[in-house]
């Protein structure tokens, strides 16, 4: 068995993925616009999150582009609502990545709050609905 956890906070965040697709499309029509690009720079990990981003507005692929940036925004704002106030002062969107770990089970982290909290884990939950996608994140002290 693995380790205890204890609840140390919950976050949840509903949206419309639509809202974002239109985001997207704001500017120049399209999804590898100068608009787009900064846009997913603001709340896109450069490296764990940037790349996959990238390489589907480079394929014009829309629905991809709009699924991960909904997910990760989603995500980050369950993970900011789970934090204590004072680690709220300090939320950074890029600084946080959703990753699987090796059997497929979601979660998201920070580098910089991980190494400040290595006992610390963010499980994380997200479900569809046509264009609806909720997200859910228990903050947990491992034991
Ligand atoms: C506070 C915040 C999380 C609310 O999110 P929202 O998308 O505007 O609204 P939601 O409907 O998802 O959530 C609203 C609920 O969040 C809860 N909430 C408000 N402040 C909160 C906080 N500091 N921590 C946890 N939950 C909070 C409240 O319960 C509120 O509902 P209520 O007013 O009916 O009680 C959001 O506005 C925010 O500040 N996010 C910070 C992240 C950030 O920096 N964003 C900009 C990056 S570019």
Same mark, same amino acid.
């Given at each position: 068995?693995?380790?205890? @956890? #204890? #609840?140390? @906070?919950? @976050?949840?965040?509903?949206?419309? $993925? ?41 394929? +014009?692929?829309?629905?991809?582009? $709009? ?29 946080? &990545?959703?990753?699987? +770990?090796?059997?497929?089970?979601? &979660? ?8 400040? +909290? ?18 859910? #994140? $228990? ?5």
């Amino acid at each position: 068995m693995g380790k205890v @956890g #204890v #609840v140390l @906070g919950i @976050g949840v965040d509903l949206l419309k $993925t639509s809202r974002f697709q239109q985001l997207l499309l704001k500017h120049e029509k399209q999804v590898n616009s100068d608009f787009a690009k900064r846009l997913s720079q603001r709340i896109l990990h450069p490296k764990r999150e940037l790349p996959s981003f990238e390489e589907a507005a480079e394929a +014009n692929d829309l629905r991809r582009c $709009t699924l991960i940036l909904s997910g990760s925004w989603a995500a980050k704002e369950a993970a900011f609502k789970s934090l204590d106030i004072e680690d709220q002062s300090e939320f950074q969107f890029k600084d946080w &990545y959703r990753f699987y +770990n090796g059997r497929g089970k979601p &979660y998201i982290q920070s580098d910089d709050y991980q190494l400040k +909290n290595p006992d610390e884990e963010f499980l994380l939950s997200i479900s569809h609905d046509v264009d609806l996608l909720v997200a859910y #994140v $228990t903050r947990q002290l491992l034991k």
